[in-house]
């Protein structure tokens, strides 16, 4: 079967460095998202990754290992706003996203 | 403004009701998606339609059931739900099957 999972909940603090860890098991594999979701809003998308590697956009940065099934995003140097929930996301097949729970991050001053 | 206005933002309905959810994007984009958002739970894709077609419905019951006019504006039809269908249902579209989604702000649904 399908099955993404990240962690629940995280906490942090300003100007620290978090990673969010995601690991996926799914029938096929088209590319990972990460997108963020603030209370009562819209999700963003923040990143996408579809080879191995590490891909870096300012604070933010998404590392995919296909072979492991696993996916991380760093954030750093934490800013208040950036509490909100990191959703995971795989795309199973051309037409099929499938998303986790989310991992709700709060970060403290 | 995220380029997808969802319409209304919040609806209480009866279970005997029928209402619209009705989705806008102004991206030019070919592909638009409904998803339900539930708390606790992943978001469940409901349906898919790119380029007007519908390519994937995801044993969604048939007391929702979605239209698509143009490649711009997407609508759910709602009608006899159930307490359980109370979500936050988010529309999001894509400028094709494999591009990031881009989603609306969602409509707040509670059926009582």
């Known amino acids: 079967g399908q099955n993404i999972d990240q962690p629940t909940e995280m906490t942090a603090t300003e100007g620290a460095i978090v990673q969010i860890n995601c690991t996926y098991q799914t029938s096929g594999f088209n590319g990972l998202f990460w997108y963020q979701q603030h209370a009562g809003e819209a999700p963003t998308f923040l990143s996408y990754?579809?080879?191995?590697g590490l891909e870096e956009k300012g604070r933010f940065s998404s590392f995919l290992s296909r072979s492991k099934g696993y996916s991380y995003l760093l954030l750093k140097e934490l800013q208040m706003k950036d509490s909100a929930s990191y959703l995971c996301a795989v795309r199973e097949d051309t037409d099929k996203l499938i998303f986790g729970t989310g991992t709700r991050l709060q970060v403290f001053p | 403004e995220t380029g997808v206005t969802q319409t209304p933002r919040h609806l209480v309905m009866g279970m005997t009701n029928k209402k619209s959810l009705k989705c806008e994007q102004h991206?030019?984009?070919?592909?638009m998606y409904w998803y339900k958002q539930s708390a606790k739970k992943p978001l469940e894709l409901m349906f898919v339609y790119s380029l007007e077609e519908r390519v994937e419905n995801n044993s969604v019951p048939s007391r929702f059931s979605p239209e698509c006019p143009n490649s711009s504006h997407l609508f759910l039809h709602l009608h006899t739900l159930q307490p359980e269908d109370s979500a936050l249902y988010l529309c999001?579209?894509?400028?094709?099957?494999?591009?990031?989604?881009?989603f609306g702000n969602g409509t707040r649904l509670t059926v009582t």
């Open positions: 990754n579809v080879l191995d």
């Open positions: 999001a579209s894509s400028q094709d099957l494999l591009s990031p989604l881009h």
């Open positions: 991206l030019g984009h070919n592909a």
